[in-house]
């Protein structure tokens, strides 16, 4: 008999993205499994990025990239 799975931590993860609809999906796997939350900060990617992030579940917003920090600081105080 299988052990039940692990509770998701009450912790959010924020994927910070651009062009990356070859390494998203792993990526997504990967946090989908600990993380309550998922937000993905796309600045605004041509490929199949945003469709990849909405089907994984996370959360999609748009934000043109400055520099990684602002990026990430902008995520921060921004997202719920």
Known sequence: MAAPPAP??????VILTFQEDVNLGACLENVSGWAHQVF???????????????H????????AFE??????????????
């Open 8 to 13: 998701r931590s009450p912790l959010s993860a």
């Open 40 to 54: 993905v900060v796309d600045s605004f990617s041509t490929d199949k990025t945003v469709e990849i992030a909405e």
């Open 56 to 63: 994984g579940g996370a959360a999609v917003f748009r934000h």
């Open 67 to 80: 520099n990684i920090a602002q990026q990430r600081n902008w995520a921060l105080t921004t997202l719920p």
